[in-house]
């Protein structure tokens, strides 16, 4: 199922302030190289990663995301070079947190100061080429310093007009209680696929539905897996993170192929991918997914999801291939990048 022609999907509330986002986002961090680790899921191309993004906004994927983090500062201008002239067009979604020197070198330290927070915020704007970020993330909570203070200086950046919606990431339901009181908040991004659907069983499913916050999954496809491109370990490039996630190693790897190649049955079904049918699940459960992609053709299938029903029978049949508790592997690597 593809979506070749140029209808507008449709779109949704993300949260109750008032931000309103296409049914489904583009995640841009593999768009960019990192400076310590290299290329993210793959090669790297700047000219194909900008048709990317321009397809998906006539395709009304328009909210697009992003971290001073991800190169550091690359993926923001890359992002700058492709939106040139059509920033009114888009949302855009950036994060801070992970400290990143004078020298632009990543310490790998949570700085959640609030000096640090509006060091952060000019950066981005510049390299954002930009006056305002439209949703602007807490990547992750400082352990050193009260989730109230971070979110207290973030909510001083909208009265200051330089951020119009708040979002927190990697977060617990009692950290989303405190900082929703503090200021409000317009999105949740955490790590959710049929993959790991642990957001369904800590409490914050059922917190952002109680106080009206949107919840975004990030990795929504299983960091790749749940695609069915990858068959064998030898798929994954040497130098690429995955092999250092527990989930694509050892007989944890060939258990995880078992099952998507179980959802790729009942996409068979409906002629659709696991992705697609993976994302459509999502949407269906009210979440806002953000695939990452680099490539025309697969933001393309990915918004193809977002026309996709599935029936009660169906629904059924994916969660008990992938249940909730289910092991598949944990998702930690060994290196600090996360998402």
Same mark, same amino acid.
């Given at each position: 199922m593809n979506y070749k022609n140029e209808k507008q999907m449709k779109t949704r509330k993300l949260?109750?302030?008032?931000?309103? =986002?296409?049914?489904?986002?583009?995640?841009?961090?593999?768009?960019?190289? %990192?400076?310590? +680790?290299? &290329?993210? /899921? *793959?090669?790297?191309?700047?000219?194909?990663? =900008?048709a990317t993004i321009h397809r998906s906004?006539?395709?009304?994927?328009? %909210?697009?995301? +992003?971290? &001073?983090? /991800? *190169?550091?500062?690359?993926?923001?201008?890359?992002i700058a070079r492709a939106i040139r002239g059509k920033r009114n067009e888009f949302i855009l979604a950036s994060k801070f947190g992970f400290e990143i020197d004078d020298n632009d070198q990543v310490t790998w330290r949570i700085n959640g100061q609030p000096d640090y927070i509006r060091?952060?915020?000019?950066r981005s704007l510049k390299n954002l080429d930009t006056n305002v970020i439209d949703l602007y993330y807490m990547h992750r909570p400082d352990?050193?310093?009260?989730?109230?203070?971070?979110?207290?200086?973030?909510?001083?950046?909208?009265?200051?007009?330089?951020?119009?919606?708040?979002?927190i990431s990697e977060v617990n339901a009692e950290q989303i209680r405190r900082a929703h009181a503090t200021f409000p908040i317009t999105a949740v991004q955490n790590e959710i696929s049929l993959f790991g659907r642990e957001a369904e069983t800590n409490g914050v499913y059922d917190l952002t539905q109680e106080l009206g916050i949107?919840?975004?999954?990030?990795?929504?496809?299983?960091?790749?897996?749940?695609?069915?491109?990858?068959?064998?370990?030898?798929?994954?490039?040497?130098?690429?993170?995955?092999?250092?996630?527990?989930?694509?190693?050892?007989?944890?790897?060939?258990?995880?192929?078992?099952?998507?190649?179980?959802?790729?049955?009942?996409?068979?079904?409906?002629d659709v991918t696991s992705?697609?049918?993976?994302?459509?699940?999502?949407?269906?459960?009210?979440?806002?997914?953000?695939?990452?992609?680099?490539?025309?053709?697969?933001?393309?299938?990915?918004?193809?999801?977002?026309?996709?029903?599935?029936?009660?029978e169906e629904l059924q049949r994916i969660e008990a291939i992938l249940p909730v508790g289910l092991n598949t592997g944990s998702r930690d690597v060994n290196i600090p990048l996360q998402s």
């Open positions: 949260g109750a302030q008032g931000l309103e =986002i296409p049914m489904i986002g583009l995640g841009c961090m593999g768009m960019s190289s %990192f400076a310590s +680790t290299g &290329d993210i /899921y *793959g090669k790297a191309d700047e000219k194909e990663s =900008i906004l006539e395709l009304g994927g328009n %909210f697009l995301d +992003t971290a &001073d983090l /991800y *190169g550091p500062f690359e993926n923001e201008r890359l060091k952060s915020i000019e352990p050193n310093v009260p989730i109230e203070e971070t979110v207290g200086a973030m909510g001083e950046l909208v009265t200051a007009g330089k951020v119009k919606y708040l979002g949107g919840l975004v999954a990030y990795s929504p496809l299983g960091r790749g897996f749940i695609t069915g491109e990858i068959k064998s370990p030898d798929d994954i490039p040497e130098d690429d993170f995955r092999r250092l996630i527990p989930r694509f190693q050892g007989e944890q790897f060939y258990k995880n192929l078992d099952l998507v190649r179980e959802l790729e049955k009942i996409g068979k079904e409906k992705s697609q049918l993976a994302l459509a699940w999502l949407i269906q459960k009210g979440i806002v997914p953000i695939p990452g992609t680099k490539r025309v053709r697969y933001v393309e299938q990915n918004i193809a999801a977002t026309d996709i029903q599935l029936t009660a």
